[in-house]
């Protein structure tokens, strides 16, 4: 009778491991359906490179899968992972050299690929311009303005969670917006005027 | 009035131009993070996934097996280390040969000395020599611990027997057997008393 209530038991612990491994595997994969195209927009951010950027993508969610323990104990899912592709991103980086390095010519160019087909040519090419003038003002910036800027850029993170990922308050990343973006408007303005 | 006239056109001049380097800004910000991936990157992600879980599963068996394989041997080690404790050894320990064993040389003559040092030193055959510690060596076990902690064996049990249920029959039997040695024993030191006084010459000027 003991034996047959501990066989029981034994497969009673044998099927919940199995479930918290599902349910975990279920998680994760529920992070990337949901997570994936921020993460990868996070990476090109700082890469400006699309295959860097999807290298870092898949190493972020590696990472996931490798704390995925802690993954029940997270409150904020997407700050979380967003938290994890920025330091990897950041990471790989420094690694490559690359922060302050504007490719001349990249196939992939991000700027071409948004531009809708039925904008007149002239106004693509003026798109074109001013994105890689920004690009090389940004990449200018100090990094304590660069790295909430960046970040701004990104439609789907809020002020928050950008706190959330850089480690620093709300209010902070607000005025480091504030000031980047004060910045930029006069070197634009001096570029402007020197025309 | 054309200087205030002046002064307005020229904010007019400058709000316009904020106004464009704000918009440029916002198109140029709004393009520099506004990037699609390109399409099946959820798939190939979980696609690596999956191939790393399968990696880590493989690292996990192979550390366990190794784990396992070490406490293995950790347990064969223990047990070989507590059977050499406890059971004795008999120890391969270099014969010594006393100095009564040595061959003795008898100085008579120069020649005889050769001779006799020629014998003493002639080299044995390398068979000979090959097999000799190891025949000395079955021949006399040398035990750490003497007598041996082992239990008697069956011969000795019978004696051990005997002894006990005829006692006076194995004292006699015991006596007989002693007896010779005991008067070879009085004959050699009688004979050496005597040698060591014929020896011995006093000394005169």
């Known amino acids: ?195 | 009035m054309a200087d205030k006239e002046g002064d307005q056109e020229d904010a007019l001049g400058q709000g316009l131009e904020s106004g464009e380097i704000n918009r440029e800004l916002d198109a140029g910000l709004a393009l520099y993070a506004a990037v699609e991936p390109r399409p099946g990157l959820e798939e190939r992600v979980l696609a690596n996934l999956r191939m790393e879980r399968a990696k880590a599963l493989q690292r996990a068996w192979w550390r366990w097996s190794l784990a396992g394989a070490a406490a293995i041997a950790v347990v064969l080690v223990l047990s070989w280390r507590r059977d050499s404790l406890f059971h004795p050894t008999i120890s391969s320990h270099s014969l010594a040969v006393s100095d009564s064993l040595r061959p003795k040389t008898i100085a008579t003559s120069d020649d005889q000395q050769t001779q006799a040092r020629g014998q003493a030193f002639r080299p044995m055959p390398r068979v000979q020599q090959r097999m000799r510690p190891t025949v000395a060596k079955e021949l006399q076990p040398k035990l750490d611990q003497f007598p041996s902690p082992q239990p008697l064996s069956e011969q000795e049990q019978l004696l051990a027997r005997y002894v006990a249920q005829h006692h006076e029959e194995a004292v006699l039997i015991a006596r007989a057997s002693t007896a010779p040695l005991q008067e070879d024993r009085e004959e050699e030191t009688q004979e050496t008393e005597a040698g060591s006084n014929t020896d011995v010459q006093p000394i005169t000027d």
């Open chain 1, 1 to 195: 009778m003991s034996e047959g209530r501990q066989v029981v038991a034994g497969e009673a612990i044998l099927q919940g491991v199995a479930t918290a491994g599902r349910t975990q595997d279920a998680m994760i994969e529920a992070l990337v359906r949901e997570h994936s195209r921020l993460v990868y927009r996070i990476a090109y951010a700082v890469l400006r490179r699309h295959h860097d950027a999807e290298d870092s993508t898949q190493e972020t969610f590696v990472r996931v899968l490798r704390y995925g323990s802690k993954l029940r104990s997270v409150e904020d899912a997407k700050t979380w992972v967003a938290r994890i592709a920025w330091r990897v991103a950041v990471d790989r980086s420094r690694r490559q050299d690359r922060m302050r390095e504007i490719p001349l010519e990249d196939n992939g160019n991000p700027l071409m690929e948004v531009a809708a087909p039925l904008v007149p040519a002239d106004q693509v090419l003026q798109g074109t311009q001013v994105g890689r003038v920004v690009e090389k003002l940004i990449a200018a910036l100090p990094d304590k303005l660069r790295e909430p800027l960046i970040l701004a850029t990104i439609e789907e993170l809020t002020p928050r969670e950008i706190a959330g990922t850089l480690g620093i308050n709300e209010a902070a990343v607000r005025s480091r917006v504030f000031r980047a973006r004060q910045i930029l408007r006069e070197r634009m303005a001096e570029r402007i005027n020197s025309r």
